[in-house]
């Protein structure tokens, strides 16, 4: 667009550009096809000689409208929504990654990735080794492998509320020749822009405070552009050799830098079909045109709830990075020096069976599995999302036995405090 507009303009305006005559909102392209004029000129679509439209599946303007903003945001090349934040993570993995190829994970990620990395892709011959994120780099570098073609982490960890050492993760990554992937939905680039420190491909789950209103499930995968995988032609065949299934087209030849997301919106977005409706597409922009009002008010509101629970004498303990005495305060100060995100956790004294008992007695603060949207909302993870993994699986992942989530919305904060006062006192 030639000017570099600021995060809060981009919000607003970036993404759809009308012409003259066009809506000036964003509309939904409510249509599964596009119409040529004639035979040659959808052939070429269908060659990757032209780019355009011809079927919902692959690509839809109204998507490719939302994922541009998206994009712009993160200081990215190129981007792709996806149907969920599940299937972003498994499109960023899967595009680089086929059977026999191994990944390394942080261990302190959200519990449906855990799921998907380390039991569902393990079924397709993809294995990954979870690492401890606060482990040495020579401790982290030991996992890898020959076969080894990337390294993921949440840049803050839901809902362990880790806060990823980007740089340190990024030159641990390139020293083994592979990219660094970072799933940034907790802070959003409002927050934290991962590619500014290093990261080389950035996911997110827009359904937490992209949309905002938890209104709809949605994925977004942006690339850097910065990886050169040429340089590294062996270890990612899938980019650096003929895809048979285009006639013989080499992705990292043909698109240079547009690589890796042209290949995943072209292959795997073809064969998978793992797309986001329009409709939903449509909802997320809403939502993203305010998210840079919505993120500095969850902040403030989540710091004052950290505040008010360390001081209360039922509470056990308190995560929140915006606590000077948090692990994570430095980390976040250089990361994220306007704050990290809504997202706090908690355990109260007398353990698991109390802070269950407690979330029964709130209020305003509803129990969803939901997290990171306007209303205030709670979860037991070793009750609900981790239900799934064994005690130990559980301390490895940085989620207490206790661990109460509490996703600050951006109602008034008295009231939410307020809530939390008279359920505490009713325990
Ligand atoms: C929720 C979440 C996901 C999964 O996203 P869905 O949109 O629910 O599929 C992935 N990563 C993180 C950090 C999440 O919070």
Redesign the pocket.
Known sequence: MGVDYRPETICIQSGWKPKKGEPRVLPIYQSTTFKYDNSDQMGRLFDLEDAGYFYTRLQNPTNDAVAAKITELEGGIAGMLTS??????YYAIFNICEAGDHFICSNS??G??FNLFGTTMKKQGISCTFINPDASDEEIEAAFLPNTKALFA?TI??PSLVVLDIERFANIAHRHGVPLIV?N??PTPINCRPIAWGADIV??????YMDGHAMS???AIIDSGNFDWMAHKDKFPGLTTPDESYHGIVYAEKFGKMAFIQKATAQLMRDLGSIQSPQNAFLLNVGLETLHLRMPRHCDNAQKVAEYLEKHEKVAWVNYAGLPDNKYYGLAKKYMPNGTCGVISFGLKGGRDVSVAFMDKLKLAAIVTH??DARTCVLHPASHTHRQMTDEQLMEAGVAPDLIRFSVGIENVKDIIDDLEQALAAI
């Open positions: 969920s934040g599940q299937a972003a993570n990620i959200y449906g990735t949440e960890s839901n799933d939905t907790f996911t997110h789950s827009t359904t937490k499930v949605g994925g997290v990171a």
